[in-house]
Antibody
Framework: QVQLQESGPGLVKPSQTLSLTCTVS??????????WSWIRQHPGKGLEWVAY???????HYNPSLKSRVTISVDTSKNQISLQLSSVTAADTAVYYC??????????WGQGTMVTVSS | QSALTQPASVSGSPGQSITISCTGT?????????ISWYQQHPGKAPKLMIY???KRPSGVSNRFSGSKSGNTASLTISGLQAEDEADYHC??????????FGTGTKVTV
C-alpha cells in the first residue's frame, strides 16, 4: 500500500529556508487523481494546512503562508518537496505530508519535527 | 482564513455518546459539505475518520458519525470506548482551493 515518508533537517536557523521532502512508496503520485499536501502542527496545537500540489505541478497555498512557501513535485523520484523561507520560531512544528482527495487526507506520513533555533 | 472553532475538551464515560462541534462560517463549513474529521493519538499521525461530512472510510467503526447544520459540523462517537481517547480535528474546504482545520478537541474517556 502507499506509504509516505518525510525527511529533512530537524534544526533550522532563524531567517534561513526550511526544506523538506516527502517520498511516496508503494504507488505513483501521478495516479488516482490525488493531491499531495503539507500540513504542520505546532507543539500542543491543532493542525494547519500549508499547501498542496497535483502531480502536474498545479499548486495551492495557505494564504497566510503563501509569500514564504513553495511546494514542488518530482514525478521521476516520486517525491514532493516543501520550502519555507525566512523561518522564525513560530515555524517550529511537526510537518506532515499527506495524500488528499476531496478534502480528505487518507494517508499520512509519520511526520518530522522541525525546530527553528540559533 | 481563521481556524474552525472546536471545544478544547470533551469527556464521557465508557458506553456513552459524545458530540464534538466544529464551527466555521458561511465561507467554509456553511457553504460546502467537504468536511473531514481526524483522530490523533499522542505522538501519532492523524487518521481519517469521516469525509464528505458523513462518510466513513473502510475500516472505521460505525460508532463514528458526522453531520452538519448551518455553519457547524459535528462528530458523534457512540458507545464510547477507552481507545477513543485521543485528539480530534475537523477540516473544511474554504473556497478558492484552500482548506482550514479546526482548533482540535481532546476527548477523555
Amino acid at each position: 500500500q502507499v506509504q509516505l515518508q518525510e525527511s529533512g533537517p530537524g534544526l533550522v536557523k532563524p531567517s534561513q529556508t526550511l526544506s523538506l521532502t516527502c517520498t511516496v512508496s508503494g504507488g505513483s503520485l501521478s495516479g488516482g487523481g490525488y493531491y499531495w499536501s503539507w500540513i504542520r502542527q505546532h507543539p500542543g496545537k491543532g493542525l494547519e494546512w500549508v499547501a498542496y500540489i497535483y502531480y502536474n505541478g498545479n499548486t495551492h497555498y495557505n494564504p497566510s503562508l503563501k509569500s514564504r512557501v513553495t511546494i514542488s513535485v518530482d514525478t521521476s523520484k516520486n517525491q514532493i518537496s516543501l520550502q519555507l523561507s525566512s523561518v522564525t520560531a513560530a515555524d517550529t512544528a511537526v510537518y506532515y505530508c499527506a495524500r488528499e482527495l476531496q478534502i480528505a487526507f487518507d494517508i499520512w506520513g509519520q511526520g518530522t519535527m522541525v525546530t527553528v533555533s540559533s | 482564513q481563521s481556524a474552525l472553532t472546536q471545544p478544547a475538551s470533551v469527556s464521557g464515560s465508557p458506553g456513552q455518546s459524545i458530540t464534538i462541534s466544529c464551527t466555521g462560517t458561511r465561507s467554509d463549513v456553511g457553504s460546502y459539505n467537504l468536511i473531514s474529521w481526524y483522530q490523533q493519538h499522542p505522538g501519532k499521525a492523524p487518521k481519517l475518520m469521516i469525509y464528505e461530512g458523513s462518510k466513513r472510510p473502510s475500516g472505521v467503526s460505525n460508532r463514528f458519525s458526522g453531520s452538519k447544520s448551518g455553519n457547524t459540523a459535528s462528530l458523534t462517537i457512540s458507545g464510547l470506548q477507552a481507545e477513543d481517547e485521543a485528539d480530534y480535528h475537523c477540516c473544511s474546504y474554504a473556497g478558492s482551493n484552500t482548506l482550514v482545520f479546526g482548533t482540535g478537541t481532546k476527548v477523555t474517556v
